[in-house]
């Protein structure tokens, strides 16, 4: 089954220019799959960034605006978008100019991949 | 864009910038296109790199849908068309 979905992911990856990595780790950031380029940052795949995601999501339904989907972070030279699967997150890792809207148009593409996952995980 | 959904045969649209992040939709169009059509306009682009920005015309037999970047911002009109 992984290698299966290590190879959709990449097929994902060649779709969208720009884009360096795809990771799906849990809440704690712990990696499950992990699939990309050697010019993503290894900063951005530290267990302790992504887990922030978990903090940022708390902090954003505080807005009242409902469950926080998608969080888009932009640095000078890249993007990272988190996606809320919990208890999985999605990050993606691309460079600046890459175009973040085919990226979260790749959520339709993910959903069925990462809650297979899911079940795994909570099975296990 | 209310004036171009009036136009005849025209059923959606939408707009997209240069991130391919929507700036605006009307009609039966999804915003989670904008990143798509962002990405068709680009790669068709890379075509023809010395030309000017192309207009990509996709039809089948009872639809069409033309894409158009100028700028920054990338245009996609969703028609239906007659025969």
Do not use: W
């Amino acid at each position: 089954m992984v290698d299966e979905v290590k190879k959709s992911l990449q097929d994902l990856l060649g779709k969208v220019n720009g884009l360096y990595s795809i990771l799906i780790t849990d809440r704690d950031g712990v990696p499950l799959l992990k699939v990309g380029t050697d010019k993503a940052p290894e900063q951005a795949m530290r267990p302790n960034f992504i887990s922030t995601f978990g903090l940022a999501i708390d902090q954003g339904s505080k807005l009242g605006l409902g469950k926080t989907n998608t969080l888009i972070c932009s640095y000078s030279q890249f993007q990272v978008v988190q996606m809320n699967k919990l208890p999985l997150i999605v990050t993606f890792i691309t460079n600046d100019t890459c175009n973040t809207g085919h990226v979260l148009a790749l959520e339709k593409q993910l959903n069925p991949i990462v809650s297979d996952l899911a079940l795994a995980v909570a099975e296990s | 864009m209310d004036e171009l959904i009036n136009k005849p045969g025209v059923y959606g649209c939408v707009f997209a910038d240069h991130q391919g992040l929507c700036l605006g939709v009307k009609g039966k169009a999804s915003t989670e296109s904008a990143g798509i059509i962002g990405a068709i306009a680009e790669q068709a682009a890379k075509l023809e790199p010395k030309s000017k920005m192309p207009i990509i015309y996709l039809e089948n037999d009872n639809r069409s849908c033309a894409i158009h970047r100028t700028g920054t911002v990338t245009g996609a009109i969703f028609k239906n068309v007659h025969s």
